[in-house]
């Protein structure tokens, strides 16, 4: 689900004459004492600000668009076609349902500043609960919702390159060749790293589609590279295998070049059409990227780094990317690129906020007017922390489903547990080093899935990802890893030296997030299978990795700067702001208060000790 409202986007090439003072809707407060006092102080200074975020955003943007929800998760689940969330108020009160199930996971302190930026603000308290815990609970349903259209969408049972079986070359880097499975994907799993290398130019691509009210032929695209084939041309044939199952063979009308990365993206649509919410339509199988090499590239499939696509169908997501050692210049540092919604408006709304506790370390946080965390910042012990979503069904709000599985008719889309940045709020009132910070994000369970880099100024490197543990996998839903950690295959889990790590919005390590199951007719795979951050996070990953590749010079802030302000690597529409964290110097280096936040220079906050 796109949640945002269109709008002119300024262009990147404008930085250098941007204007030398930050943007007016930029602000920085300080605030001391209990927690009450400090929600009270927030509340009071941006009175104005968090009352119009509240209407601009929730009332205006979000409610209509999480709305457009509401027919496919009440066919699932009867509750939510009854009365109390009719007539527009269903995304105010599903949303106001988990936040009251979240409520009392939040403890004594949380609560008590939220009833500090309510009294402060004049907004509810109930208004300033929704207002602080509806970006998890959003993006649960919102996933939710995700999963179930995309569930009744074509499925690709196969991928098959004709011919690699036969060509006396390993396909696969697995070290033999001519395997009877080489070059076949059967059943297909969305790959992470390239799915076959040193094809022969004239290698055709099978796709086998399948799907319950069947697939539409006309519905069928495949591009290769920049070129797009359609229904009709005769690079592509089709065969109905069965009903349901529709064969898509496509032959290259030239020779591919040699020696050369191509990027195959599948989707179609079947013959069903969806009248509500309108406008009628197919459900489209998301976008499916196959990347591949042809004979004299010479690269391991592992080793190919997606190429930066020029037609504007990728919206780059969050990603981090934390430096120290011989990497750094001058100390670790930790670069934090977050984009999710801005319909128009966030960026009206910013806010960096020091916190002053009665107890605990002093830190500082980006963020937005009435919100009590950010999703990034440093304390004055020198941690650093940066969170991005990660899609996962393995989150409280299936999880509250399973619990009722007994009677789905009565059942509810509930939340628990901690939103993100509450998460983030623990990590910077508790953690003296990035191990201890990894540690406080185990302790408590999200509401949805994150991934969180955690620094410090002694060069403590490390990545938590989380998810609910809705389907008790073992692991309490914690899966962390450092530069040096490998996977199986002995690969680097998401680094390129020691020194570093790059972190996009899906999970690397926890790749199973899920269990494959069956829940009332309903698909639940893991968050490869569906999730729309997990090809645009490959691609952010590949591409920033080549920018910190090619960089001979241990890197510094304004590199890191630069890097955030990127075009290959900005959200136009929803970036939301960039942050570069100098944990050495406990200083924030923030761009924000604009679409896109790198647009506007970066404005150093120091940390006061």
């Not at 986007?9 to 400090?38: K, M």
């Amino acid at each position: 689900m796109r949640l945002l409202l269109l709008l002119p986007v300024l262009s990147l090439a404008t930085l250098a004459c941007a204007p030398a003072t930050p943007p007016p809707t930029r602000e920085t407060i300080v605030v001391t004492g209990s927690a009450y006092d400090r929600g009270l102080q927030h509340g009071t200074a941006l009175r104005s600000k968090i009352r119009s975020f509240y209407t601009t955003l929730l009332n205006n943007s979000l409610y209509p668009f999480l709305s457009r929800e509401q027919p496919d998760i009440a066919g699932l689940l009867k509750e939510y076609d009854s009365d109390r969330y009719k007539e527009g108020r269903f995304a105010f009160e599903l949303l106001l349902d988990s936040a009251k199930s979240i409520e009392r996971d939040l403890g004594r302190a949380g609560r008590d500043e939220l009833r500090g930026i309510a009294e402060g603000s004049g907004l509810t308290y109930e208004q300033a609960l929704v207002l602080n815990t509806f970006v998890d609970t959003t993006l649960a349903v919102r996933g939710i919702g995700l999963a179930i259209r995309q569930g009744r969408a074509p499925v690709i049972e196969s991928v098959e390159f004709l011919g690699a079986g036969a060509d006396q070359v390993d396909n696969d880097g697995d070290g033999s060749s001519d395997e009877t499975d080489e070059g076949v994907f059967r059943p297909y799993d969305p790959p992470f790293f390239a799915a076959a290398v040193e094809l022969d130019v004239r290698t055709r691509l099978r796709v086998v589609f399948s799907d319950a009210d069947g697939v539409e032929p006309q519905t069928v695209r495949v591009r290769v590279n920049e070129a797009l084939y359609l229904h009709g041309d005769p690079s592509l044939e089709f065969v109905d295998l069965s009903p349901g199952r529709l064969q898509v063979t496509w032959t290259p009308p030239e020779p591919l070049p040699l020696a050369s990365q191509i990027t195959f993206v599948l989707s179609a649509g079947d013959t069903r059409i969806i009248e509500i919410p309108g406008p009628p339509r197919a459900s489209f199988r998301r976008d499916e990227e196959l990347l591949v090499t042809t004979r004299g590239a010479g690269l391991h499939p592992r080793d190919i780094s997606r190429p930066p696509l020029t037609d504007n169908r990728t919206r780059p997501p969050p990603f981090a990317v934390g430096v120290k050692g011989a990497r750094a210049a001058s100390g670790p540092l930790l670069a934090h690129s977050f984009a999710l919604l801005d319909a128009n408006t966030a960026h009206k709304h910013t806010v960096v906020v020091e916190h002053r506790p009665d107890n605990g370390p002093p830190y500082l946080t980006v963020g937005w007017a009435g919100i009590v965390y950010g999703l990034s910042g440093l304390n004055s012990r020198g941690v650093g922390v940066a969170c991005n979503p990660s899609d996962t069904l393995d989150n409280s709000v299936v999880g509250s489903v399973l619990s009722q599985a007994a009677d789905l008719s009565k059942a509810k889309l509930l939340a628990s547990g901690l939103p993100a940045g509450f998460l983030v709020k623990r990590v910077l009132e508790r953690a003296g080093t990035a191990a201890e910070g990894a540690a406080v994000l185990a302790e408590d369970s999200p509401v949805y899935g994150w991934n969180c880099t955690v620094a410090d100024d002694q060069g403590g490197l490390e990545v938590v990802e989380l998810d609910s543990d809705a389907f008790k996998q073992g692991q309490g839903g914690v899966y962390g890893y450092g530069p040096t950690d490998r996977d199986a295959t002995m690969r680097r889990f998401s680094s390129l030296t020691d020194d570093d790590l790059i972190v996009g919005s899906s999970y690397t390590r926890n790749r199973d997030d899920s269990i494959f199951l069956n829940l009332a007719g309903q698909r639940v795979v893991p968050q490869r299978y569906w999730s729309g951050f997990f090809f645009r996070s490959r691609r952010v990953i590949d591409n920033v990795t080549r920018r910190l590749q090619a960089r001979a010079e241990p890197v510094d802030v304004p590199w890191l700067e630069g890097l955030l302000a990127e075009p290959e690597v900005v959200d136009r529409s929803d970036s939301m702001n960039a942050v570069v964290l100098d944990l050495r110097a406990r200083t924030v280096h923030s761009a924000m208060g604009a679409v896109p936040a790198p647009s506007v220079p970066f404005v150093a906050t120091e940390l006061r000790p």
